[in-house]
């Protein structure tokens, strides 16, 4: 009896030490699936619709066609900082302490904005606190980005690689933009290489990117300074960002050790607020008389207008499809899910097309929200806000949905549910903010140009 219970221990033991010799390769098979978020600021159904009617759109069309969509509610303030700090807590403003800049200057509290004013933890640091790891790519307001497991690359590391590259600064001291820091030397070096190849120069930027040269077509339109539109002067910026956004997305696709990957584009939000001047100027002047008007313009008016404006912004989404495409791609191949989300959307009204500083009693316009994956019924259209998102997020990957959110799981688009479990996420890994004068300036003059700030 003795010998057959060693040899039964014996038996146990060898599965023992090959369960654990294997759990570190199983890891990923025994986890929920991979979530993809991409964030698409000002990105809005009233132009990408018209423009899936003409055929021109098909991803955007099969995202809604095999998976749930939303015209995703948001709130005032829609102002970028605000709202997608939101998105990435599920609380409001109140809560996680990222308010309207306005407000801010007004009372002479810091401007831009350094994570370390978030007083809340973000789906990332929640992944982090549960053992996940996470890719944050130029999330809004991650500056000094936080020490979690896995890549934050911050927002304010677009503008400190172009300030670098031109020879303004010196790229050890803006390490501290990524954590960790030793990957800001890996990208430095990624894009160090593309700007030798003249990939981030501004004409070659525009013709690989196949959208017009604005801001010389705005020249031969007006025969005026770009400077009288301040969007307009900084445009190439933008457009270098974008492309080293896209750098990032394509660098980090391809590692396999992540739980949660989000990127973020400045690029929807920032044309539209310039877009209008590209209409037909028979149009723009007909439309321009609403402006100031004391009568709003009426539905069947915004319903061209929006067929108008989907025609001017064909090149742009055009360009973030070929995007999306690719991580669509990406998440059909590992069965994953991917959440397509936007802040806010743009309105036509007597105060011009914008999404901020409405007339009084409009509300502001829905964003954008498409959810694909394994279990999500296709062709479903939901009710969701923008505080809907990270719940949803903790939910897929199979963890409690913080008990403190302003928002709740979608879970009417999913086939397979199961109970929602609620916690009080608490850890958070905020780095102390460090002086950068002129990454300050810097942002400063972006959210000057798009009239944020005075």
């Not at 599965?15 to 010799?21: K, N, P, R």
């Not at 896995?150 to 010196?170: C, E, H, I, Q, Y």
Request: glycine share 6%; net charge neutral.
């Amino acid at each position: 009896m003795r010998t057959k219970a060693l040899g039964t221990m014996a038996i146990w033991a060898a599965a023992l030490v090959f369960g654990l010799s294997m759990s570190s390769s199983c890891r990923r098979e025994t986890r929920a699936p991979r979530v993809y978020v991409l964030g698409l600021d000002g990105a809005t159904w009233d132009i990408i619709d018209p423009l899936i009617a003409q055929g021109k759109l098909p991803v955007f069309k099969a995202l809604k066609e095999d998976g749930a969509w939303a015209r995703l509610r948001t709130f005032d303030p829609t102002l970028s900082a605000v709202v997608w700090t939101s998105i990435a807590t599920g609380k409001t403003m109140i809560k996680h302490g990222i308010v309207d800049w306005t407000f801010a200057d007004k009372h002479d509290l810091q401007v831009p904005y350094s994570s370390s004013e978030k007083r809340v933890p973000s789906i990332w640091e929640m992944m982090d606190e549960r053992g996940l790891r996470s890719v944050v790519l130029n999330w809004f307001v991650t500056y000094p980005p936080d020490a979690v497991s896995g890549v934050v690359v911050s927002d304010s590391f677009p503008a400190a690689v172009l300030r670098t590259l031109s020879g303004k600064g010196d790229p050890g001291a803006l390490a501290d933009t990524v954590y960790p820091p030793a990957e800001f030397h890996k990208l430095y070096g990624i894009l160090s290489r593309m700007d030798a190849e003249g990939a981030l120069k501004y004409p070659r930027l525009v013709q690989e990117m196949e959208i017009p040269d604005y801001v010389a077509e705005f020249k031969a339109r007006s025969s005026g300074d770009v400077k009288r539109i301040p969007i307009l002067s900084v445009w190439p910026s933008f457009l270098a960002y974008d492309r080293i956004q896209d750098a990032l997305v394509d660098h980090y696709l391809e590692e396999n050790d992540y739980d949660l990957f989000l990127a973020y584009y400045r690029f929807p939000d920032v044309f539209l607020h310039f877009a209008t001047l590209f209409l037909d100027k028979e149009y723009h002047d007909r439309i321009d008389a609403f402006v100031g008007a004391p009568v709003e313009p009426s539905p069947e008016v915004l319903d061209e207008f929006n067929r108008k404006m989907a025609e001017v912004a064909w090149p742009i989404l055009k360009e973030k499809e070929a995007l999306l495409s690719r991580i669509v791609q990406r998440v059909r191949k590992e069965k994953a899910y991917l959440l397509v989300v936007s802040d806010h959307g743009f309105q036509m009204s007597s105060k011009g097309y914008t999404h901020y500083g409405l007339p009084d009693g409009t509300p502001p316009p829905d964003g954008v929200l498409a959810l694909i994956g394994p279990d999500v019924k296709p062709g479903l259209r939901i009710e969701a806000s923008v505080y809907d998102v990270a719940p949803t997020i903790l939910y897929l990957k199979g963890l409690p949905v913080g008990a403190d959110m302003d928002g709740k799981p979608l879970l009417e688009p999913l086939m397979v549910r199961r109970p929602v479990r609620t916690a009080l996420y608490t850890r958070m890994r905020h780095q102390p903010a460090k002086e950068n004068p002129e990454l300050d300036k810097k942002k400063i003059e972006e959210l000057r140009s798009l009239g944020y700030i005075k």
